[in-house]
């Protein structure tokens, strides 16, 4: 089954220790992004990927670290969470950038 | 930077009616318009598209017009049911960058 996969789904930390949100995908996809959704504020860019170690900035990459030495995984890597990144975190990949984004299952994220 | 607007924020519509959402966007090169529904506690998934070569486009009961000089594009849903209800998100796919731009989303619900 295509899919794309996130883990953990849920994850309460606390303030500066480091975390990793995996994300991984079947579909031989070059394109992957990664995506916070806050009330309000709609879905916005983290970090994108065109493909294995292509990676650049989307909209809020402050406090976030990608990369992609495979095609099918790309980490969200946070250093030193703090309590603005609790949030809802999407992966997504698509055949391209401007083709259908399949969205993993969300990670809900809590920072205390 | 590149800004996608995104209006109404809420819509609320008897079981029957016709709603319109409608997004404008700043970046004048972008090509790719893709329009995605969030069910409550769901991932988004894609539910049309269209790109700048076309002017509207129809799937069923859902249409999305562009408007390429106004930089306004818009999605139709006709004759809505209780299962259009939903958060709707338009995107605009960065134009000179790669990224992906999302309006901040309109939470539809029809009435019964």
């Keep these: 089954e295509a899919q794309v996969t996130q883990n953990p789904r849920y994850l309460i930390t606390v303030t500066g220790k480091k975390l990793t949100v995996t994300c991984s995908q079947n579909m031989n996809h070059e394109y992957m992004s990664w995506y916070r959704q806050d009330p309000g504020l709609g879905l916005r860019q983290i970090y994108y990927s065109m493909n294995v170690e292509v990676t650049d900035k989307g909209d809020v990459p402050e406090g976030y670290k990608v990369s992609r030495k495979e095609k099918r995984n790309f980490p969200l890597i946070l250093e030193s969470p703090s309590p603005n990144q609790t949030s809802l975190y999407f992966c997504a990949s698509s055949p391209s950038r401007t083709g259908k984004q399949f969205f993993g299952p969300g990670t809900r994220l809590t920072v205390l | ?112």
Excluded: M
């Design chain 2, 1 to 112: 930077g590149e800004n996608v607007e995104q209006h109404p924020s809420t819509l609320s519509v008897q079981e029957g009616d016709s709603a319109v959402i409608k997004c404008t966007y700043s970046d004048s090169a972008s090509n790719y318009f893709p329009w995605y529904k969030q069910e409550l506690g769901k991932r988004p998934q894609l539910i049309i598209d269209i790109r700048s070569n076309v002017g509207e486009k129809k799937d069923q009961r859902i249409a999305v017009t562009l408007n390429k000089t106004a930089k306004h594009f818009s999605l139709h849903i006709t004759e809505t049911q209780p299962e259009d209800s939903a958060v709707y998100f338009c995107a605009a796919e960065g134009g000179a960058t790669n990224k992906l731009i999302f309006g901040t989303g309109t939470l539809l619900a029809v009435q019964p």
